[in-house]
C-alpha cells in the first residue's frame, strides 16, 4: 500500500534516510480539471512520451500510474482521475467516483487546470472535490490563445480567492519551456525518498494496458456520444511471437464488453465497418507504440448489466 511507501513522522526507514541523504524526491501527481482544458496534452508533455505509460506498483494500488518522468534528482508519478461521472448509480460509477477522490486524496500535489482568463461552474465543481490539505497548483493553461494578457493579472487576483493555491502558473502545455518550468514547481512538492520505479520503467504489463487503451480511445472516436462509458475493453491475448520478417511480432486478442446488442451492433456498424476501422486504427497505432508489427483481433461481446455487478467491475481492474 501507498501509506507503506511513506516514512511517518520520526519513523524514517533505512533506505528513505539514505534517499533523503541523496536527495532523490519521488511522489504522486494527479491531474484535474473540466473536459477539454488539456490535461491529456499536459499529462503527455509531462511524460515526455506520445502517450503516458502505465503500471502498477505494490505501493501504489490505490492509483491507476498514467505516466512517470524521471528528471534528475526527482520522479514524478502521475495518477489518473477517472472523469467526474454524477449521473448515474451503478457498481461502475460509484467505483469510478471513489477512484476519484481516492486518488486525488493521497498525491501529493493536484495540477487543478483550467483555461487561463476563464473560470466556470464546472470548474467550481471540480475545485470543491479537493481537499484543502495537499497543495494544489493552479495551471491556467492555453495561455497563448488569450490575446489580451493584461487581464490575465486581474483574473489570478481573482482566483486567489476561491481557493488557497499554492502556486499560480500560467502557461500553455504546448510550450516546452513551460512544461519544464511546471516540472520545476512541482518538484518542491514531492517528498525527500527513493524512487519507486527505475528510471526508464515500461513494463509488459503496461503495454497490455496500453494496448487497451489504444483500443477504447477508437472505440469512443468511432461511436462518439452514442456508446455509453459503461463499455470497456478486455485484452485476452498480448503475446510476442518470434518472427523471421520483423524484429518484433505482438499478437493481440481484444474484447470491446458492451451492455446490449444494440450497442454491439453499433460497435460493428454496417457491413462491419466500424468495427474495422476501429481495429485498424488501433492496430496502426500499436505499431508505432510498441515498435512492432501488430496482429490484432478485436471482438464485441455482450454483458447484460455488469456495470450493476460489483464483482465484475473489479474483475475487470476497477477497484
Ligand atoms: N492552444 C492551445 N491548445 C491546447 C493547449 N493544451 C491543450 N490544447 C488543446 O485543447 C484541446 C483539448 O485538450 P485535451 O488534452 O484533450 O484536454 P483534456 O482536458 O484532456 O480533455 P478531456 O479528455 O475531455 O478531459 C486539444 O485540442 C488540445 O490540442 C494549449 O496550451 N494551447
Not at 137 to 151: F, G, I, P, Q, Y
Not at 204 to 230: I, N, Q, W
Request: a positive charge.
Amino acid at each position: 500500500m501507498l501509506a507503506a511507501a511513506r516514512p511517518g513522522a520520526g519513523a524514517m526507514a533505512a533506505s528513505d534516510a539514505a534517499a533523503a541523504r541523496e536527495g532523490q524526491r519521488c511522489g504522486l501527481i494527479a491531474i484535474v480539471g473540466k473536459p477539454n482544458v488539456g490535461k491529456s496534452t499536459l499529462m503527455n508533455a509531462l511524460v515526455g512520451q506520445k502517450i503516458s505509460i502505465t503500471s502498477r506498483k505494490a505501493q501504489t494500488t490505490r492509483h491507476r500510474i498514467t505516466g512517470i518522468r524521471t528528471r534528475a534528482d526527482t520522479q514524478f508519478v502521475f495518477v489518473d482521475t477517472p472523469g467526474f461521472q454524477t449521473r448515474h448509480g451503478t457498481a461502475l460509477n460509484k467505483s469510478l467516483n471513489k477512484a476519484v477522490l481516492g486518488a486525488i486524496g493521497d498525491v501529493d500535489v493536484i495540477l487543478f487546470v483550467v483555461e487561463a482568463g476563464s473560470f466556470t461552474l464546472q470548474d467550481a465543481k471540480v475545485l470543491s472535490l479537493l481537499k484543502p490539505d495537499i497543495p494544489v497548483l493552479l495551471v491556467a493553461n492555453k495561455l497563448d490563445t488569450v490575446h489580451r494578457r493584461a487581464e490575465i493579472a486581474p483574473w489570478l487576483k481573482s482566483m486567489q480567492e476561491r481557493h488557497p493555491f499554492a502556486e499560480f502558473v500560467p502557461m500553455s502545455a504546448k510550450n516546452k519551456g513551460d512544461i519544464e518550468r511546471l516540472l520545476d514547481i512541482a518538484r518542491k512538492y514531492l517528498p525527500e525518498q527513493s524512487w519507486w520505479y527505475a528510471e526508464d520503467e515500461l513494463t509488459d504489463r503496461s503495454e497490455k494496458f496500453l494496448a487497451s487503451e489504444t483500443v477504447r480511445e477508437k472505440l469512443f472516436r468511432f461511436t462518439g456520444d452514442e456508446l455509453p462509458y459503461t463499455s470497456t475493453v478486455v485484452i485476452d491475448k498480448f503475446d510476442e511471437e518470434p518472427s523471421k520478417a520483423h524484429k518484433r511480432f505482438m499478437r493481440i486478442a481484444a474484447t470491446i464488453v458492451v451492455e446490449r446488442d444494440g450497442h454491439k451492433a453499433m460497435v460493428i456498424g454496417e457491413g462491419g465497418e466500424r468495427l474495422k476501422r476501429i481495429s485498424t486504427e488501433a492496430r496502426q497505432e500499436l505499431e508505432k507504440l510498441l515498435d512492432a508489427k501488430v496482429f490484432l483481433e478485436v471482438w464485441v461481446k455482450v454483458r447484460s448489466g455488469w456495470a450493476d455487478d460489483e464483482a465484475r467491475v473489479r474483475s475487470f481492474g476497477y477497484e
